[in-house]
């Protein structure tokens, strides 16, 4: 068992859930978060004068897949968010095991 964590652009998050619809998950959560990558912010400034670091809007989505099925569910996901542009997010997939909530 895996789980992807996929950060993408918030007006991308619900073409992805709509690509995933039918995917093989285990299971999904969505969330709101805010960061930034190498784009940082659109207004920074650099130079002599001070930059402030702006959060950008973004949608966390985070999957369990069985691992003969992580490759399927990362290019579904690759197929609709990629703008091509900087800020598209990110997708990490990591090892999960189970454990049965008593």
């Given at each position: ?20 619809k039918f995917a093989p998950l285990e299971a999904c959560t969505v969330r709101e ?70």
């Amino acid at each position: 068992m895996k789980e992807v964590i996929a950060i993408v652009k918030p007006f991308l998050a619900e073409r992805v859930l709509e690509a995933l619809k039918f995917a093989p998950l285990e299971a999904c959560t969505v969330r709101e978060v805010k960061g930034f990558g190498r784009q940082k912010s659109y207004l920074d400034q650099y130079g002599e004068s001070d930059y402030a670091l702006a959060f950008l809007p973004k949608v966390e989505i985070q999957l369990w897949v069985d691992d003969a099925r992580v490759d399927e569910v990362i290019d579904r996901i690759v197929e609709v968010a990629r703008t091509g542009r900087m800020g598209d997010g990110k997708i990490f997939v990591l090892p999960a095991t189970e454990r049965a909530m008593m």
